[in-house]
C-alpha cells in the first residue's frame, strides 16, 4: 500500500520558517517526481513546488525565493522549507508524487497525502 505522509506543519509568526516532510512508504519513489500543494479554505488546490526524479525543481511564482523544495532518496522523503511565511501562505499543504514532473506540476500526480496545516499569523 502506497503512502505519503507529510508532517512538519504548524503555527507561526509572519516572517518565520517551517520545514515539511513527506515520507513515502510501499514503493520505491527514486524514480518519481514528487511536489508540493496546497489548498486554503474556500480556494481551489494550488500548485507549490515540484522536483524530479534527477532534482531538476520548479516553483510557483508566489513562492520563488523564499521556498526550497529537496528529496532524500535513500530516505524515501521530500522536503519544502519554508523562509519568511507570509499570512497568505496559510493552507493545508499536500505532497504528491507522479511518474512524470509534468503530471505533477499539472495536478495529476498518481499518489497524494492526506495534508498538514500550516498556520501563518500576524
Known amino acids: 500500500q502506497v503512502q505519503l505522509i507529510e508532517s512538519g506543519g504548524g503555527l507561526v509568526q509572519a516572517g518565520g520558517s517551517l520545514r515539511l516532510s513527506c515520507a513515502a512508504s510501499?514503493?520505491?519513489?527514486?524514480?518519481?517526481?514528487m511536489g508540493w500543494f496546497r489548498q486554503a479554505p474556500g480556494k481551489e488546490r494550488e500548485f507549490v513546488s515540484a522536483?524530479?526524479?534527477?532534482?531538476?525543481?520548479y516553483y510557483a511564482d508566489s513562492v520563488k525565493g523564499r521556498f526550497t523544495i529537496s528529496r532524500d532518496g535513500a530516505k524515501n522523503t521530500v522536503y519544502l522549507q519554508m523562509n519568511s511565511l507570509k499570512l497568505e501562505d496559510t493552507a493545508v499543504y499536500l505532497c504528491?508524487?507522479?511518474?512524470?514532473?509534468?503530471?505533477?506540476?499539472?495536478?495529476?500526480?498518481?499518489?497524494w497525502g492526506q495534508g498538514t496545516q500550516v498556520t501563518v499569523s500576524s
Open positions: 504528491a508524487a507522479g511518474g512524470s514532473r509534468t503530471k505533477v506540476v499539472a495536478g495529476t500526480a498518481d499518489y
Open positions: 510501499g514503493r520505491t519513489f527514486s524514480s518519481y517526481a
Open positions: 522536483i524530479s526524479w534527477s532534482g531538476v525543481t
